[in-house]
């Protein structure tokens, strides 16, 4: 069983004494090569990586944090590629290689490694520990198994009902259960207190549903209590709370102080659970299918640089559908770099550059360079993934070169970009705007020149 301390997406309830965790420890194992004493903050962004060739192995995590880290890739599930191009090795005279069927008979526990060009155990990857001479460690765990022509292997490595394999997967399932955690051996609840946690979890739920569903900003300037406005996402919780009594009672002053549910780090696990939704939806839509690939960059108000990356496909109705899938942060911006976190991007999400039939970007010489450009990296890949220059990144090109060849039209701009300034800078003169308009509506409507509209 784990140790429940760790965070998930929908928080665990609480424990007698107040607290929304237990703990527990594993012991250290030798190949573990972080401090015991201290537990590091993990970048998950950078840490979990659905290519299994890529990954760290469990025992290099500290002991407190290895549950949390098979949670994650738990949620993400094994790597299965289906519609990746399988490199054909020759072995014994004849060209072998990786068989996609396997991952109907083998679904639960076989990964592929677009990287490694090798098979592995997922559930042996997440809970075997390493042993001295173990049979099908370094093959399906460590260095990844490549003998295509040798499918009993597989069989072989699954074995009896007691195998090392058969464990770890148990131990998988086991982690999955939230009734079988530490938490609830050590907790006790009553039927009462757990109604009241997920009456309180289902009312932070909704109010997060709205202010998503609006596009509205969660937190306030100021939330403490003697606050008049603590932000959208507190006030219409306690909202919500008056206009329900069976809420009334389970939140507030009703909860324990360190379960309210309430918290800025609560409110973030709710959002990405939604996101998570959100995106399966849209990657389910996708399936198989083929769609067009269109990313840029932008800078956060923190200063960081980012890569947006929309797909567009034609959904179930026959409509063509853009829909933003992630924004990555990114260190630099050359092509090769923007291709790799592409390439975890599709990863992460099961898609395939084989799916690819169209690239949109701008006219950035990394982006659409002929030898080296952006365009050009995906395309030896797949070479049906046209490149096609961005419709809005034209548009503003040609205005800059009409510009500059016709002096009245470059003058016109300024003129608009000159009255917008004055008029904007005082409220008269926007009255002034307003009042001069309505009389020209006024007449206009009196000689029918104008239509009301709808």
């Known amino acids: 069983d784990a140790s429940p301390h760790e965070q998930t997406d929908v928080p665990a309830p609480p424990s007698p004494h107040g607290q929304n965790d237990a703990s527990t420890h594993e012991p250290s194992s030798a190949n573990t090569t972080r401090n015991s004493s201290q537990v590091e903050e993990i970048n998950w962004e950078e840490e979990i990586q659905f290519d299994p060739g890529k990954r760290r192995s469990i025992d290099e995590y500290h002991p407190n944090q290895r549950d949390m880290v098979r949670r994650k890739y738990l949620a993400n599930g094994p790597c299965q590629p289906r519609t990746a191009d399988f490199e054909v090795t020759e072995i014994c005279g004849k060209d072998r290689r990786f068989v996609r069927e396997w991952f109907d008979e083998f679904g639960s526990w076989l990964e592929y490694s677009e990287s490694k060009r090798k098979a ?37 490595h ?8 058969n464990q ?45 569903k609006q596009g509205l900003p969660f937190r306030g300037h100021d939330e403490s209590d003697e606050s008049l406005n603590k ?3 507190k006030e219409l ?83 063509a559908i853009e829909t933003l899938v992630g924004l990555t942060h990114v260190k630099e911006t050359t092509s090769k770099y923007l291709k790799s976190a592409i390439d975890d991007l599709f990863a992460a999400y099961k898609l395939s550059f084989k799916q690819v039939r169209g690239q949109g970007y701008d006219g950035a010489s990394n982006m659409r360079g002929e030898f080296n450009g952006l365009q050009s990296l995906i395309m030896r890949e797949n070479s049906t993934a046209y490149y096609v220059h961005c419709f809005a990144h034209q548009l503003q090109l040609v205005v800059v070169a009409v510009v500059r060849k016709h002096k009245c039209i470059g003058n016109f701009f300024d003129m608009i970009s000159v009255l917008l300034n004055v008029v904007s800078g005082s409220s008269k003169r926007k009255d002034m705007i307003r009042d001069k308009h309505k009389e020209q509506v006024c007449e206009a409507l009196g000689c029918g020149l104008l239509k009301s509209g709808t």
């Open 120 to 156: 592995y155990c997922f559930c042996c990857f997440l809970f075997r520990p390493r042993k001295k001479k173990e049979a099908g460690y370094d093959a399906f765990v460590a260095n990844g198994w490549s003998s295509w022509n040798k499918k009993y292997r597989l069989k072989e």
């Open 158 to 165: 699954v074995g009896d009902i007691n195998s090392a394999h």
């Open 231 to 233: 932000g959208n996402f």
């Open 237 to 319: 919780h306690a909202y919500t709370a008056e206009q329900n009594p069976e809420v009334r009672k389970v939140v507030a002053h009703n909860a324990p102080g360190n379960n309210q549910l309430t918290s800025s780090k609560i409110q973030k696990d709710i959002v990405e659970c939604f996101a998570k939704e959100i995106l399966h939806s849209v990657l389910w839509e996708i399936g198989n299918d083929v769609f067009s690939l269109l990313v840029d960059e932008s800078r956060d108000v923190a200063g960081k640089e980012q890569m947006a990356v929309v797909l567009r496909y034609v959904g179930k109705c026959g409509s």
């Open 168 to 212: 770890a997967k148990r131990d998988c399932d086991a982690l999955l259960k939230q009734k079988q955690h530490i938490y609830v051996a050590l907790n006790n609840q009553s039927n009462v207190e757990r109604n009241a946690y997920y009456t309180r979890l289902n009312a932070s739920i909704d109010v997060t549903r709205v202010l998503l």
